[in-house]
Nanobody, 122 residues
Framework: QVQLEESGGGLVQAGGSLRLSCAAS????????TGWFRQPPGKERVFVAA????????NYADSVKGRFTISRDNAKNMVYLQMNSLKPEDTAVYYC???????????????WGQGTQVTVSS
């Protein structure tokens, strides 16, 4: 089992930045690729970004390319999502997930975090 806990969400103005963190406990997160997903109000949960277990490969949704950066520190069992140039449409609950590949989608997610709210005001 891997327990995941997100932090770093909050309220920010459009154009601002936030850094989300995902802390893992239990089994080491380095055995898994890790992804970030988001669920806007009243909508489905969608893929945002993913990083391979080694950190050598990443994948991003088109909507966040060039603005968001995913990274990880396996020594600390942590994964991060740096979000810059935030837009109101980025408002959502953001979830961290341990998964088996960096392919977009939830089909290979092994564990989910509880989520952290990000609200971007215009």
């Amino acid at each position: 089992q891997v327990q995941l806990e997100e932090s770093g969400g909050g309220l920010v103005q459009a154009g601002g930045s936030l850094r989300l963190s995902c802390a893992a406990s239990g089994r080491t997160l380095s055995r898994y690729a890790t992804g970030w997903f988001r669920q806007p109000p009243g909508k489905e949960r969608v893929f945002v970004a993913a990083i391979s277990w080694s950190g050598g490969n990443t994948n991003y949704a088109d909507s966040v390319k060039g603005r968001f950066t995913i990274s990880r520190d396996n020594a600390k069992n942590m994964v991060y999502l740096q979000m810059n140039s935030l837009k109101p449409e980025d408002t959502a609950v953001y979830y961290c997930a341990a998964k088996h590949t960096i392919v977009p989608g939830t089909g290979d997610v092994a564990f989910w975090g509880q989520g952290t709210q990000v609200t971007v005001s215009s």
